[in-house]
């Protein structure tokens, strides 16, 4: 059974950071790629990144520079470090699985691809 938890969320002053991890279980992570994304109530989910061991990791233009994927395929951890955090970063950040394909993590990012699993989310809340 493939289960994804997404932690670390919080509330930090705009320009701090958070780290959000990411538990993973029920799949390898040579076949399978792990993206972020976030949602704000209301409004259409954005992807945020994506990893995966054939491609390597992709940003939305909106934290490229400032948010940076990671994993650690034997803890099966991914992580999401993000700094020069902004009011407009907050929203519930949710992590997701999708089987390796081959493509650009582009089509994650920008929503093109759906993701085959994804699990609870985190709340990141950046006060101004």
């Known amino acids: 059974e493939v289960q994804l938890q997404a932690s670390g969320g919080g509330l930090v002053q705009a320009g701090g950071s958070l780290r959000l991890s990411c538990a993973a279980s029920?799949?390898?992570?040579?076949?399978?790629?792990v993206g972020w994304f976030r949602q704000v109530p209301g409004k259409e989910r954005e992807g945020v990144s994506y990893i995966s061991s054939s491609y390597g990791s992709t940003y939305a233009d909106s934290v490229k520079g400032r948010f940076t994927i990671s994993s650690d395929s034997a803890k099966k951890m991914v992580y999401l470090q993000m700094h020069s955090l902004k009011p407009e970063d907050t929203a519930v950040y949710y992590c997701?699985?999708?089987?390796?394909?081959?493509?650009?993590?582009?089509?994650?990012?920008?929503?093109?691809?759906?993701?085959?699993?994804w699990g609870q989310g985190t709340l990141v809340t950046v006060s101004s």
């Open positions: 997701a699985a999708a089987r390796d394909r081959y493509y650009s993590g582009s089509y994650y990012v920008e929503g093109i691809f759906e993701y085959d699993y």
């Open positions: 029920g799949f390898s992570f040579d076949d399978y790629g």
